[in-house]
């Protein structure tokens, strides 16, 4: 069992940036593949980005590449997203999760789901 909680969401206006953490607890946090998605209002959850076990290979969503980098500390059981030049579409409910394999894009495919942090961007 892995029981995952993020932090750090809020309000900050267009082009600004945030960092959003998940911290793990549980169970071996390095055995895990980690990802975050994200779901809006009315809207299906969605990939953002995920991480290799170690932290060595990441993957991104279209929407957010080149403005959101993902990284984990495995040291510290935490996974991060840092989010920069925002976009009011980036507002969401975002929410980390573990899989016992790696590099998932399928939401189906994630063993483990963290509450969720809200990231409200305002134009």
């Known amino acids: 069992q892995v029981q995952l909680v993020e932090s750090g969401g809020g309000l900050v206006q267009a082009g600004g940036s945030l960092r959003i953490s998940c911290v793990a607890s549980g169970s071996t946090f390095s055995n895990f593949g980690m990802g975050w998605f994200r779901q809006a209002p009315e809207k299906e959850r969605e990939f953002v980005s995920h991480?290799?076990?170690?932290?060595?290979?990441?993957g991104y969503a279209d929407s957010v590449k080149g403005r959101f980098t993902i990284s984990r500390d495995n040291a510290k059981n935490t996974v991060y997203l840092q989010m920069n030049t925002l976009k009011p579409e980036d507002t969401a409910v975002y929410y980390c999760?573990?899989?016992?394999?790696?590099?998932?894009?399928?939401?189906?495919?994630?063993?483990?789901w963290g509450q969720g942090t809200q990231v409200t961007v305002s134009s």
């Open positions: 991480i290799s076990r170690s932290g060595g290979i990441t």
């Open positions: 999760a573990a899989s016992l394999g790696e590099l998932r894009v399928s939401s189906a495919l994630y063993d483990y």
